[in-house]
């Protein structure tokens, strides 16, 4: 069944939007926003219960884990274990900016985020207002594009509330993201690293990248 509630929509502009951003997610609630990629959905990283409910309002498979953003790779220890060369040396080439990293998970990291996996798959985006609603939140949000599951990113406002209003508490408006593709996705935790979603930042950039460790 899916849960009813109120949803606010408000501009990014707004003086107090990122206060009452930070009092909804700390409530439990959920609060959709702009990023570099596509409009995202978030919830506090380290409440279980706010994380399941980004499962149950976009019908998200159980089996797919939720991604963390970041405000800073800083963060990374926090989420993380054995946070390992090839991973600092991409974070500092590509964050801010559309790469997310698979990692073997830390244990403060739940197993409704990695959903019962033992990584976690963690972006610092490049978008100044998603940053700095991150870093007021604590520095790290459980967020996935907000959409219904198997439908289209969204990457405007008006698109997050054909999806989700009534399902979610806060929409915050910055206009049309400036990305609108789904971030690059590459795997840390095997024996070589893996591109497994194809984004913005080519499987090329990478390995170029990769190419400068001894």
């Not at 609603?133 to 594009?145: Q, V």
């Amino acid at each position: 069944m899916r849960e009813k509630t109120h949803t606010e929509v408000m501009p990014t502009t707004y003086a107090r939007a990122i206060d009452d951003a930070v009092w909804v997610l700390k409530q439990g609630g959920l609060v959709a926003f702009p990023t570099d990629t596509v409009y995202g959905v978030g919830a506090q990283a380290f409440s279980p219960q706010a994380v399941e409910r980004i499962y149950r309002v976009k019908g998200r498979p159980r089996s797919k884990a939720i991604p963390v953003l970041i405000d800073s790779a800083a963060h990374l220890p926090d989420l993380a274990e054995n946070v390992d060369p090839e991973a600092w040396l991409l974070a500092e080439r590509f964050w801010p900016g559309p790469l997310t990293i698979i990692l073997p998970r830390g244990s403060r990291v739940s197993d409704v985020v990695t959903a019962g996996g033992p990584s976690v798959a963690v972006r610092v985006p490049d978008h100044e207002f998603a940053l700095r609603l991150i870093g007021a939140a604590g520095g790290a949000l459980a967020a996935t594009s907000a959409n219904l599951s198997g439908h289209p990113d969204p990457v405007t406002a008006e698109e997050v509330l054909g999806y989700l209003e009534g399902r979610i508490d806060l929409i915050l408006d910055g206009g049309p993201c400036p990305g609108g593709q789904a971030s690059t996705v590459i795997d840390l935790t095997g024996v070589s690293p893996i591109v497994v979603r194809p984004g913005p930042i080519s499987q090329q950039e990478l390995e170029e990248e990769l190419a400068r460790l001894p």
